[in-house]
């Protein structure tokens, strides 16, 4: 695997939270490569954070137990899968090279 530079977490992070190219309205996509939790070395292509217009304004909260999932305190983020569309969780520690849509180069991610 060739990278051409490195990134720091940090910014791999920032990246994701930019959903949309607020010039052109379109929906920003990355590439990350990562561990997965059985050992396997992983490239997705995904997005974070965007949800369909169709799909109209939240339903009411339903509380569905007593205890909630906390993406930050597990060290995992929610990102969606675009290629299997579905959302996907992912260990940030696990996360190693990263690249966006626009440039064909792979970035080494330090932690």
Known sequence: ??????????SVLNHFD???NE??????EYFIRFITN????????????VRSPKQGL??????????????????TM????????EYRTV???HIFGFRTK????WNRVFH
Not at 23 to 28: A, C, F
Not at 38 to 49: H, N, P
Not at 78 to 85: G, Q
Not at 102 to 105: D, L, T
């Open 91 to 93: 260990k940030v520690a």
């Open 78 to 85: 929610l990102v969606f899968d675009l290629d299997l569309n």
């Open 58 to 75: 939240r339903k009411p909260h339903q509380p569905k137990g007593k205890f909630r999932y906390n993406l930050k305190r597990n060290g």
């Open 23 to 28: 010039r052109t309205s379109e929906v920003n």
């Open 1 to 10: 695997m060739n990278y051409e530079g490195s990134i720091d977490i940090g």
């Open 18 to 20: 930019d959903t949309v």
């Open 38 to 49: 059985d050992g396997k070395l992983r490239t997705m292509r995904a997005r974070k954070g």
């Open 102 to 105: 626009q440039h064909p180069s």
